[in-house]
Protein backbone atom coordinates (compact mmCIF):
# COMPACT_ATOMS: atom_id res chain seq x y z
CA UNK A 1 0.00 0.00 0.00
CA UNK A 2 1.34 3.26 -0.89
CA UNK A 3 1.10 5.96 1.88
CA UNK A 4 0.56 8.79 0.01
CA UNK A 5 -3.19 7.07 -1.04
CA UNK A 6 -3.71 6.08 2.58
CA UNK A 7 -2.74 9.76 3.84
CA UNK A 8 -5.56 10.91 1.32
CA UNK A 9 -7.93 8.65 2.74
CA UNK A 10 -6.91 9.77 6.46
CA UNK A 11 -7.31 13.12 5.26
CA UNK A 12 -10.48 13.11 3.53
CA UNK A 13 -12.33 11.68 6.43
CA UNK A 14 -10.78 14.19 9.21
CA UNK A 15 -11.60 17.19 6.45
CA UNK A 16 -14.60 16.05 5.50
CA UNK A 17 -14.10 16.12 2.03
CA UNK A 18 -12.59 15.24 -0.90
CA UNK A 19 -11.88 19.29 -2.24
CA UNK A 20 -10.57 20.36 1.37
CA UNK A 21 -8.51 16.79 1.20
CA UNK A 22 -6.71 18.20 -1.91
CA UNK A 23 -6.16 21.76 -0.50
CA UNK A 24 -4.57 20.05 2.50
CA UNK A 25 -2.26 17.95 0.26
CA UNK A 26 -1.81 20.20 -2.64
CA UNK A 27 -2.94 18.15 -4.93
CA UNK A 28 -5.97 18.43 -7.59
CA UNK A 29 -9.44 17.56 -6.53
CA UNK A 30 -9.19 14.67 -9.32
CA UNK A 31 -6.15 13.01 -8.59
CA UNK A 32 -7.93 12.90 -4.82
CA UNK A 33 -10.83 10.73 -6.78
CA UNK A 34 -7.81 8.98 -8.42
CA UNK A 35 -6.08 7.60 -5.20
CA UNK A 36 -9.48 6.80 -3.42
CA UNK A 37 -10.61 4.43 -6.42
CA UNK A 38 -7.28 2.58 -6.31
CA UNK A 39 -7.99 1.91 -2.82
CA UNK A 40 -11.17 0.67 -3.69
CA UNK A 41 -9.86 -1.46 -6.28
CA UNK A 42 -7.24 -2.65 -3.29
CA UNK A 43 -9.58 -3.96 -1.38
CA UNK A 44 -12.09 -4.80 -3.47
CA UNK A 45 -15.13 -3.03 -2.32
CA UNK A 46 -16.05 0.79 -2.52
CA UNK A 47 -14.40 2.84 0.46
CA UNK A 48 -17.39 5.46 0.68
CA UNK A 49 -20.81 4.41 1.07
CA UNK A 50 -21.72 7.61 -0.01
CA UNK A 51 -19.92 10.74 -1.09
CA UNK A 52 -20.50 15.00 -1.04
CA UNK A 53 -21.95 16.59 1.57
CA UNK A 54 -23.37 12.76 3.19
CA UNK A 55 -19.57 11.44 3.25
CA UNK A 56 -20.27 7.59 4.85
CA UNK A 57 -17.42 5.14 4.66
CA UNK A 58 -18.41 1.85 3.89
CA UNK A 59 -17.74 -1.13 6.38
CA UNK A 60 -14.25 -2.07 3.98
CA UNK A 61 -13.78 1.55 4.20
CA UNK A 62 -14.01 1.93 8.11
CA UNK A 63 -11.86 -0.84 8.56
CA UNK A 64 -9.02 0.19 6.05
CA UNK A 65 -9.33 3.53 7.70
CA UNK A 66 -7.95 1.88 10.99
CA UNK A 67 -5.15 0.35 9.39
CA UNK A 68 -4.58 3.71 7.23
CA UNK A 69 -3.82 6.12 10.80
CA UNK A 70 -1.69 3.63 11.99
CA UNK A 71 0.23 3.52 9.01
CA UNK A 72 0.50 7.05 8.13
CA UNK A 73 1.35 7.74 11.83
CA UNK A 74 4.15 5.08 12.09
CA UNK A 75 5.49 6.38 8.67
CA UNK A 76 5.68 9.78 9.81
CA UNK A 77 7.30 8.80 13.23
CA UNK A 78 10.24 7.00 11.21
CA UNK A 79 10.85 10.07 8.87
CA UNK A 80 10.95 12.05 11.84
CA UNK A 81 13.64 9.74 13.11
CA UNK A 82 15.83 9.05 10.83
CA UNK A 83 15.32 12.65 8.13
CA UNK A 84 15.75 15.35 9.89
CA UNK A 85 13.74 18.46 8.83
CA UNK A 86 15.15 20.53 5.93
CA UNK A 87 18.22 22.75 7.98
CA UNK A 88 18.20 20.57 11.09
CA UNK A 89 21.07 18.08 11.66
CA UNK A 90 20.76 14.95 13.93
CA UNK A 91 23.46 13.51 16.03
CA UNK A 92 23.51 10.94 18.47
CA UNK A 93 25.06 11.17 21.94
CA UNK A 94 26.43 9.18 24.62
CA UNK A 95 26.93 9.45 28.18
CA UNK A 96 28.44 7.38 30.94
CA UNK A 97 25.70 6.51 33.10
CA UNK A 98 28.07 7.90 36.29
CA UNK A 99 28.13 11.23 34.65
CA UNK A 100 24.46 11.10 33.44
CA UNK A 101 23.81 14.10 35.53
CA UNK A 102 25.47 16.73 33.50
CA UNK A 103 22.80 15.90 30.80
CA UNK A 104 20.43 18.46 31.67
CA UNK A 105 23.05 20.94 31.46
CA UNK A 106 25.21 20.16 28.69
CA UNK A 107 21.68 19.99 26.41
CA UNK A 108 20.72 23.08 27.49
CA UNK A 109 24.27 24.62 26.77
CA UNK A 110 24.30 22.69 23.26
CA UNK A 111 20.61 23.90 22.07
CA UNK A 112 21.88 27.08 22.78
CA UNK A 113 24.80 26.54 20.53
CA UNK A 114 23.16 24.49 18.13
CA UNK A 115 19.11 25.09 17.84
CA UNK A 116 19.01 23.00 14.39
CA UNK A 117 20.24 19.85 16.23
CA UNK A 118 17.86 16.78 16.61
CA UNK A 119 19.37 15.23 19.29
CA UNK A 120 19.55 11.55 20.41
CA UNK A 121 21.08 10.62 23.97
CA UNK A 122 21.67 6.97 25.07
CA UNK A 123 23.95 6.83 29.17
CA UNK A 124 25.16 3.46 29.68
CA UNK A 125 28.84 2.23 30.33
CA UNK A 126 31.39 3.52 28.96
CA UNK A 127 32.83 0.34 27.28
CA UNK A 128 29.84 -0.21 25.39
CA UNK A 129 29.29 3.41 24.39
CA UNK A 130 32.67 3.28 22.84
CA UNK A 131 31.95 0.36 21.08
CA UNK A 132 29.02 2.38 19.76
CA UNK A 133 30.82 4.93 18.61
CA UNK A 134 33.00 3.12 16.73
CA UNK A 135 30.40 1.15 15.22
CA UNK A 136 29.22 4.78 13.80
CA UNK A 137 26.21 4.30 15.98
CA UNK A 138 27.09 7.46 18.05
CA UNK A 139 28.83 10.99 16.99
CA UNK A 140 30.18 11.83 20.45
CA UNK A 141 30.56 10.33 23.47
CA UNK A 142 31.32 11.49 27.09
CA UNK A 143 33.23 8.27 28.40
CA UNK A 144 34.60 7.11 32.06
CA UNK A 145 37.49 4.63 31.44
CA UNK A 146 41.47 4.47 30.93
CA UNK A 147 41.73 2.79 27.85
CA UNK A 148 41.64 5.03 24.18
CA UNK A 149 37.85 4.91 22.94
CA UNK A 150 38.92 2.97 19.62
CA UNK A 151 41.24 3.71 16.67
CA UNK A 152 39.97 6.59 14.04
CA UNK A 153 38.01 8.42 17.14
CA UNK A 154 39.10 11.85 18.05
CA UNK A 155 39.55 12.06 21.80
CA UNK A 156 40.11 14.73 23.99
CA UNK A 157 40.84 14.23 28.02
CA UNK A 158 38.50 16.59 30.03
CA UNK A 159 40.07 16.17 33.45
CA UNK A 160 40.21 12.77 35.33
CA UNK A 161 37.19 11.93 38.10
CA UNK A 162 38.14 10.92 41.83
CA UNK A 163 36.65 8.04 43.02
CA UNK A 164 35.49 6.74 46.44
CA UNK A 165 34.43 3.67 48.00
CA UNK A 166 30.93 3.60 49.40
CA UNK A 167 28.35 1.33 51.45
CA UNK A 168 28.67 -0.72 54.74
CA UNK A 169 28.54 -4.00 54.39
CA UNK A 170 26.40 -6.04 56.73
CA UNK A 171 29.39 -9.03 56.35
CA UNK A 172 32.36 -9.03 55.39
CA UNK A 173 34.34 -6.95 58.35
CA UNK A 174 36.11 -10.22 59.32
CA UNK A 175 36.20 -12.26 55.64
CA UNK A 176 36.27 -11.71 52.56
CA UNK A 177 35.27 -8.34 51.22
CA UNK A 178 32.03 -8.30 49.58
CA UNK A 179 32.03 -6.17 46.69
CA UNK A 180 29.54 -4.46 44.09
CA UNK A 181 30.73 -4.37 40.62
CA UNK A 182 29.96 -3.50 37.07
CA UNK A 183 30.40 -6.72 34.80
CA UNK A 184 33.88 -7.27 32.85
CA UNK A 185 34.80 -5.51 30.71
CA UNK A 186 34.87 -2.24 33.17
CA UNK A 187 37.73 -0.59 33.71
CA UNK A 188 37.18 0.64 37.28
CA UNK A 189 36.29 -3.12 38.25
CA UNK A 190 39.91 -3.70 37.15
CA UNK A 191 41.28 -0.70 38.92
CA UNK A 192 39.40 -1.85 41.88
CA UNK A 193 40.73 -5.27 41.30
CA UNK A 194 44.23 -3.89 41.66
CA UNK A 195 44.10 -1.90 44.59
CA UNK A 196 42.06 -4.09 46.91
CA UNK A 197 45.11 -6.80 45.54
CA UNK A 198 47.86 -4.43 46.28
CA UNK A 199 47.23 -4.18 49.63
CA UNK A 200 46.43 -7.67 50.41
CA UNK A 201 42.66 -7.61 51.05
CA UNK A 202 40.86 -10.72 49.98
CA UNK A 203 37.55 -9.75 48.50
CA UNK A 204 34.50 -10.93 46.88
CA UNK A 205 31.69 -10.48 44.44
CA UNK A 206 29.00 -10.03 46.18
CA UNK A 207 26.98 -8.70 43.90
CA UNK A 208 27.17 -7.72 39.78
CA UNK A 209 25.10 -5.16 37.87
CA UNK A 210 25.18 -3.77 34.75
CA UNK A 211 22.86 -0.83 35.49
CA UNK A 212 24.33 1.95 37.75
CA UNK A 213 20.92 1.70 40.02
CA UNK A 214 21.84 -1.73 40.65
CA UNK A 215 25.14 -1.02 42.22
CA UNK A 216 23.58 2.07 44.16
CA UNK A 217 20.58 -0.09 45.53
CA UNK A 218 23.18 -3.16 46.94
CA UNK A 219 25.48 -0.72 48.86
CA UNK A 220 22.71 0.97 50.21
CA UNK A 221 21.40 -2.50 51.49
CA UNK A 222 24.25 -3.52 52.64
CA UNK A 223 24.93 -6.31 50.07
CA UNK A 224 28.63 -5.04 49.27
CA UNK A 225 30.87 -1.97 49.17
CA UNK A 226 31.06 0.01 45.47
CA UNK A 227 33.54 1.73 44.00
CA UNK A 228 32.15 5.15 42.32
CA UNK A 229 32.50 8.65 41.35
CA UNK A 230 33.44 10.84 44.33
CA UNK A 231 30.31 12.29 44.85
CA UNK A 232 28.23 9.47 44.87
CA UNK A 233 27.01 10.84 48.05
CA UNK A 234 25.65 14.02 46.98
CA UNK A 235 24.75 12.52 43.68
CA UNK A 236 22.41 9.67 44.89
CA UNK A 237 22.74 9.70 48.59
CA UNK A 238 25.43 6.83 49.22
CA UNK A 239 26.95 6.08 52.38
CA UNK A 240 30.96 6.73 52.28
CA UNK A 241 32.89 3.91 53.34
CA UNK A 242 34.34 3.31 56.56
CA UNK A 243 36.55 -0.15 57.06
CA UNK A 244 39.80 -0.49 58.83
CA UNK A 245 42.88 -0.95 56.52
CA UNK A 246 41.16 -0.09 53.51
CA UNK A 247 43.58 1.59 50.93
CA UNK A 248 43.04 4.41 49.14
CA UNK A 249 40.54 4.18 46.25
CA UNK A 250 41.91 3.89 42.45
CA UNK A 251 43.91 6.79 41.17
CA UNK A 252 41.28 8.96 38.95
CA UNK A 253 39.93 8.18 35.97
CA UNK A 254 40.08 10.28 33.01
CA UNK A 255 36.73 11.88 31.60
CA UNK A 256 37.28 11.81 27.41
CA UNK A 257 35.03 13.23 25.69
CA UNK A 258 34.99 11.04 22.00
CA UNK A 259 33.70 11.60 18.34
CA UNK A 260 33.15 9.29 15.82
CA UNK A 261 35.16 8.72 13.28
CA UNK A 262 34.51 10.27 9.73
CA UNK A 263 33.53 13.54 11.38
CA UNK A 264 31.05 15.45 13.17
CA UNK A 265 29.19 18.93 11.83
CA UNK A 266 31.23 22.03 11.66
CA UNK A 267 31.19 23.51 15.26
CA UNK A 268 29.69 20.90 16.97
CA UNK A 269 32.72 19.86 18.33
CA UNK A 270 34.24 23.26 20.00
CA UNK A 271 30.14 23.45 21.16
CA UNK A 272 30.05 20.11 22.71
CA UNK A 273 33.49 20.62 24.79
CA UNK A 274 32.44 23.55 26.58
CA UNK A 275 29.13 22.57 27.29
CA UNK A 276 30.84 18.91 28.95
CA UNK A 277 33.24 21.48 30.73
CA UNK A 278 30.56 23.56 31.79
CA UNK A 279 28.37 20.25 33.04
CA UNK A 280 30.94 18.82 34.72
CA UNK A 281 32.18 21.89 37.41
CA UNK A 282 29.94 19.87 40.22
CA UNK A 283 31.73 16.62 39.40
CA UNK A 284 35.19 15.93 41.28
CA UNK A 285 37.51 15.81 38.40
CA UNK A 286 40.84 17.43 38.34
CA UNK A 287 43.40 18.41 35.19
CA UNK A 288 45.67 15.85 34.71
CA UNK A 289 48.78 18.05 34.76
CA UNK A 290 47.14 18.58 38.77
CA UNK A 291 46.31 15.18 39.36
CA UNK A 292 50.22 14.07 38.73
CA UNK A 293 51.43 17.50 40.77
CA UNK A 294 49.62 16.41 43.74
CA UNK A 295 49.48 12.16 43.93
CA UNK A 296 50.90 12.48 47.56
CA UNK A 297 48.45 15.54 48.80
CA UNK A 298 44.91 15.06 50.10
CA UNK A 299 42.51 14.21 47.13
CA UNK A 300 40.80 17.54 48.21
CA UNK A 301 43.45 19.78 47.07
CA UNK A 302 43.86 18.72 43.33
CA UNK A 303 39.92 18.83 43.55
CA UNK A 304 37.99 22.11 41.58
CA UNK A 305 36.03 23.48 44.01
CA UNK A 306 31.79 22.53 43.30
CA UNK A 307 29.30 25.18 42.73
CA UNK A 308 27.74 25.33 46.40
CA UNK A 309 24.26 26.64 45.24
CA UNK A 310 23.15 23.41 43.44
CA UNK A 311 24.23 20.16 42.59
CA UNK A 312 25.45 18.85 38.76
CA UNK A 313 22.65 18.51 36.03
CA UNK A 314 20.54 20.39 38.18
CA UNK A 315 19.90 23.27 36.04
CA UNK A 316 17.48 22.90 32.77
CA UNK A 317 15.12 20.74 32.12
CA UNK A 318 15.55 16.85 32.52
CA UNK A 319 15.54 14.44 29.29
CA UNK A 320 14.92 11.13 28.15
CA UNK A 321 17.98 8.58 28.10
CA UNK A 322 17.86 5.42 27.81
CA UNK A 323 18.71 3.57 31.36
CA UNK A 324 22.19 1.69 31.94
CA UNK A 325 24.99 1.40 33.53
Known amino acids: MQINRLRTLVAVVELGGFR ?12 VSQQIRQLSGLIRSPVFASTG ?4 LSP ?3 ELLRYARRMVALNDEAVDRFIPQAGHIMLSIGVSSQLAEVLPEFLRLLNRGMPQAQLS ?7 ELAAQLAGGQLDAALLLQADPPGSGTDSRE ?8 FGRPAHGERGALPLALFPEPCTLRGRVREVLDASGIEWRVAYESSELIGLRSAAKAGLGMTCLVANGDELWGLTPSVRPGLPPPPEPVPVTMALAPGGVPEGFTAIAEKAFRQALRGYPLTSEATSDATADAAPEAASEPAPTSEPPGSAGTPVLATAAA
Not at 20 to 31: G, N, W, Y
Not at 158 to 165: E, S, T
Open 20 to 31: RAAESLHITQPA
Open 53 to 56: RNLR
Open 60 to 62: RGE
Open 121 to 127: VRTGASE
Open 158 to 165: LGRMRMAW
